[in-house]
């Protein structure tokens, strides 16, 4: 089950964007909610390159009106089409209710104009944030990542020969897969909170946020400035919780996600939590580009000491990439599952070897 609003693409946006993709001369299209429809309202042509047709584009957002703007890039697929920029802009000013509708809708917009036209995407809920300026950061936070090794290229390769593959024998029409279980909306505060996480250490405000669900909503629980040594203290003992945490270590800082499921808990809440956390994930990277280091989870917030913290995070950031087609394709490989998390040991056990960090899939 999938929350959408139920909010579909008119005809008119329909063929607007198809024109713009038939033609190539388009290099922008506005899109807002009109009257539960999805309209474009506003367009700029294609005069000369993306910089310097980008200066255009800011002026589509206004200081408390939330919209989607898509952008016709310079650079071509393998079919020789123009690829697309997706933008997201939802002001914090803007009411509340517009930023469920265009946090809910964005999905359904890009599956109903095709997915495979667009091949990047930047959220963001100030202008600076998408201008040119914001644009050229988040391009440089992508190519930020670690240097990949010889094999690791190889993996990359193989990886997106089999996706072109698949793209190939299904066509461009058919529907992506998409993470399995439950997906729910992120409250306006939520997304704030975990924004906030994106900053620098001396511009945020908290280094932990702790979520939960409430009416099929995620809803904010708490976000603070968290010690390592009092993240078990601070979570809920007696609720499950979905945790995002910048744990600091060797110099740096690195996201971890924590999700959290006491024994205690009742059967519906482990089933609902459990089916989606996944999806948590995947909305904090989708709507505000945060990437996960390392997921965790536990049924005692006692085992989540500063030393166990520290091990699995050192573990993950100086073994080969765990995230992006490369480490999944490393953990397919090496025969661990794909999407387990790492459960810390209960006191008084003996900890496993050091290559074996993952546990078996949860019962809950």
Request: some cysteine; aromatic content about 8%; overall charge negative.
């Amino acid at each position: 089950m999938s929350h959408q609003s139920g909010i579909q693409v008119s005809e008119d946006l329909a063929k607007t964007f198809a024109d713009a993709v038939a033609t190539g001369n388009t290099r922008s299209i506005r899109i807002s909610i009109v009257n539960e429809s999805l309209e474009a309202t506003g367009t700029t042509p294609v005069e000369s390159s993306l910089e310097q047709d980008y200066t255009k584009i800011t002026d589509f957002f206004e200081p408390a009106t939330p919209a989607y703007v898509l952008v016709r890039l310079d650079e071509k697929d393998t079919k020789g089409g123009y690829n697309w920029l997706f933008l997201c802009y939802v002001p914090d000013n803007a009411k509340v209710r517009d930023k469920m509708l265009y946090a809910s809708t964005r999905a359904s917009l890009t599956k109903s104009l095709g997915d495979s036209h667009f091949t990047d995407s930047v959220y963001g809920t100030a202008e600076s944030e998408l201008n040119w300026d914001g644009y050229k950061k988040h391009l440089a936070h992508k190519k930020a990542d670690a240097p990949l090794t010889q094999r690791e290229r190889e993996l990359a390769e193989i990886k997106l020969a089999e996706a072109k593959a698949v793209s190939d024998y299904q066509g461009t029409t058919t529907r992506k897969t998409f993470a399995p279980g439950l997906t729910f909306p992120m409250a306006d505060n939520v997304l704030e909170a975990l924004g906030d996480l994106k900053k620098s250490k001396d511009d945020r405000a908290h280094n932990f946020v702790s979520l939960y669900l409430e009416k099929e909503t995620i809803e904010l629980d708490k976000a603070a400035n968290v010690p390592a040594n009092q993240v078990h203290s601070t979570l809920a003992a007696d609720a499950p919780r979905f945790t995002f945490y910048l744990l600091e270590h060797n110099g740096t800082e690195s996201l971890v996600f924590i999700y959290t499921c006491p024994s205690s808990s009742k059967i519906r809440e482990r089933m609902l939590y459990s089916s989606s956390k996944a999806n948590v994930i995947n909305a904090a990277d989708s709507q505000l580009d945060l990437k996960v280091v390392k997921k965790l989870e536990t049924s005692d917030i006692a085992d989540l000491t500063e030393e166990y913290l520290v091990e699995e995070v050192s573990s993950a950031t100086n073994a080969a990439p765990a995230q992006g087609i490369v480490g999944q394709r490393v953990q397919m490989l090496s025969g661990q599952r794909q999407g387990q998390f790492s459960r810390p040991m209960a006191p008084g056990r003996r900890r496993p070897v050091a290559n074996t960090t993952t546990a078996p899939a949860s019962q809950d």
